[in-house]
């Protein structure tokens, strides 16, 4: 049973564990000049993942936590789309020069709104991928979606390139939430996209679902997923809510005092995750769900999923490169940045150089705590002995942990117990070597 008092005790800031370091550990002593000697490294044959942020929306969220700004006419965007194309050139050739193979497995375009870009500028950008990588005929090609904006002609275009992935942000479906959020999107236009998705060669669709916004209840929550459950998506993520004004300022838009507590949140996410089980959703990792079938609960099932950026994945690419502002690239040296702003990011690639800002090199020890990591926020059990790591070196974190029953550590096999579930990101940061207690930048853990 999860008490209070164990909400109260381990609801404190922790990463999400897309990466290993995590990025409040990037510095400015990885550039430019270091991403290029790393992309020279690769070996030639290393499979290539592709990563493109498109930073553009036209409303604010007030609950949005990632990196995008909002436009009210589509010239930046066309500039930007030119912009892309120079950055997707330049690396593209820089790989050739090496001798790289340039085979890539999977492309994620994500934001911001990717269907900011018209539907001319989409299929460009797809073309000069396709020219200056050897894009796999099983490609995994993504999208993340905002309902509200795609256009038939927007759709027309991801069927001639072969998008088969998409993802849609719904967040909620109670029109008070909406409107306290500020994004207002009924359910019939939801589903009305979903329809049209399908019907333009989507095979695998996520809807992304937010607890711990303005005025969420229990019960309105299990509206959400009942609704949600009803479009038969193959896939839903269901994200905590991180408010972080300091960060973000403009969730100070937002009611704080209509936002829930740690409890109410906790009890939320345990009413959607249920909700979700009992319409035969599995639960992957830490927030997401998939049906029977879906690639997610596959790779739980065979032991091969992975975590990254974009969250729980199948991708198995070697190497992750970013394209557009804050993009992140994951190579096997380390990790890169891109320039968070626009116009930095912008001018660096029109001078023809690498919009790098700051990364991190990462070393053995790293790579065996990432490895644990990821087989805890995955699997939620790992075998510390198959990785050399003594579990002494963890004890200190994991002692309050394991007398709460929130793991249990048998000779080397450290497993979650289901009670401890809730609190999957604190039992990794036990095994963080870099985490200061007093860091308040991460979202909390419940």
């Not at 008490?3 to 990466?19: E, K, Q």
Request: include cysteine; charge should be negative; proline fraction near 6%.
């Amino acid at each position: 049973m999860i008490t209070d008092h164990l909400i109260a005790v381990y609801d404190r800031p922790v990463p999400r564990y897309t990466s290993y370091p995590t990025a409040p550990h990037f510095h400015e002593g990885v550039d430019a000049g270091v991403m290029a000697d790393w992309l020279r490294g690769l070996a030639p044959e290393a499979p290539l993942s592709l990563y493109l942020h498109v930073p553009f929306c036209q409303q604010m969220c007030w609950y949005c936590g990632c990196n995008t700004q909002i436009v009210a006419r589509h010239k930046p965007i066309a500039d930007f789309a030119d912009t892309l194309l120079a950055e997707i050139a330049r690396i593209g050739d820089m790989l050739k020069a090496a001798g790289h193979q340039r085979i890539v497995s999977s492309i994620h375009f994500g934001g911001g709104t990717p269907n900011s870009l018209d539907a001319d500028e989409f299929e460009r950008i797809m073309a000069a991928l396709a020219h200056h990588f050897a894009l796999e005929p099983d490609l995994d090609l993504a999208i993340e979606l905002d309902p509200r904006t795609v256009s038939d002609e927007f759709l027309a275009a991801m069927r001639r390139v072969g998008v088969n992935r998409a993802s849609l942000g719904v967040q909620d479906f109670d029109p008070v939430v909406q409107a306290a959020v500020n994004r207002v999107q009924p359910f019939d236009l939801v589903k009305e996209c979903v329809a049209k998705l399908r019907a333009n060669g989507i095979r695998s669709l996520n809807l992304d679902l937010i607890y711990g916004l303005p005025f969420q209840s229990v019960s309105g929550l299990r509206r959400t997923v009942a609704q949600a459950v009803e479009l038969a998506p193959d896939r839903i993520a269901l994200f905590g809510y991180a408010h972080v004004p300091w960060m973000k300022p403009h969730q100070r838009l937002l009611d704080e005092a209509s936002l829930p507590d740690a409890y109410a949140r906790f009890r939320q996410f345990e009413a959607a995750a249920q909700a979700l089980a009992a319409a035969d959703y599995a639960r992957i990792g830490l927030d997401h769900f998939a049906k029977p079938g879906d690639a997610l609960r596959v790779a739980r099932d065979n032991h091969t999923l992975k975590r990254n950026f974009q969250g729980y994945t199948v991708d198995r690419a070697d190497a992750l490169i970013g394209f557009g502002p804050s993009a992140i690239s994951a190579l096997p040296q380390g990790y890169i940045q891109n320039a968070p702003d626009h116009a930095p990011w912008a001018r660096a690639v029109s001078e023809g150089r690498l919009a790098v800002v700051k990364g991190v090199a990462v070393t053995d020890e790293d790579r065996r705590r990432r490895a644990i990591i990821e087989q805890i926020m995955c699997y939620g059990t790992v075998d510390l002995a198959a990785f050399q790591f003594d579990p002494a070196l963890a004890m200190p974190a994991l002692w309050p942990l394991i007398e709460d029953g929130l793991v249990h550590l048998n000779g080397s096999n450290l497993t979650v117990t289901e009670r401890g579930l809730p609190f999957q990101r604190v039992v990794a940061a036990a095994f963080d070597a870099y985490l200061a207690p007093e860091n308040k930048r991460h979202s909390r853990a419940v």
